[in-house]
């Protein structure tokens, strides 16, 4: 009878411990898998509900992710799976929206700030119109500060596949900032 206590003390203590690493996992990489997701699907809300998903189906498998070597990496692996498989869906297609990123500069002067805005807002609204490769590889570059290497893992790309949408992904921004002055 005492061994029975004993296994559910454990079981406790392991529940417990889960969740303490829930919270830490969602606080760690809440803000950076919504802006990732964002990124894919355009919709801030779908973007939170992909990280939701994400969020269950990493307490799902926490048992593996406590032994992931490359956590960010599983997590953002798991996180563009489940974005691509919200875009498949017939109904997402309807109602995606070309909304913005904006990140507002609170050390510069009101007009400086509203140009800058403007202008990030100009370029994430061009990012977001870039085709899905090119998008991707152009968000986890410049937006998640990825290195080359660590896109070509995280896609299962070649380094040089990674390389080249980037250096594509730029000159298709390039133009289309152009083209708008």
């Known amino acids: 009878m005492g061994g029975q206590n004993e296994n559910r003390a454990e079981l406790r ?3 417990e411990y889960r969740d303490e690493w829930l919270e830490w996992f969602m606080n760690e990489y809440g803000e950076r898998l919504t802006k990732l997701a964002h990124g894919y699907v355009k919709d801030w809300g779908i ?3 992909v990280v939701q998903d994400v969020f269950v189906i990493c307490y799902r498998q926490y048992n593996q992710a ?3 070597e490359f956590l960010k990496a599983w997590v953002y692996r798991i996180t563009i799976n489940r974005c691509k498989d ?3 869906s017939s109904f997402i297609k309807r109602i995606l929206l070309n909304n913005h990123i904006s990140k507002i500069d609170h050390d510069s002067s009101p007009e400086r700030e509203l140009l800058a805005r403007d202008e990030k807002e100009q370029l994430a609204q061009f990012v ?3 085709p899905l490769k090119y ?3 152009i968000i986890l570059c410049y937006y998640e500060e990825l290195s080359v290497t660590e896109i070509a893992a995280l896609l299962d790309l070649n380094q040089n596949t990674v390389k080249t949408r980037l250096k594509r992904g730029r ?3 390039k ?3 152009e083209g708008s002055e």
């Open 128 to 130: 977001l119109k870039l």
């Open 47 to 49: 973007a939170q509900d």
């Open 175 to 177: 133009k289309s900032w």
């Open 171 to 173: 000159e298709l921004l």
């Open 135 to 137: 998008r991707e590889v």
């Open 66 to 68: 406590i032994n992931v």
């Open 13 to 15: 203590t392991s529940i």
């Open 86 to 88: 919200v875009l498949k």
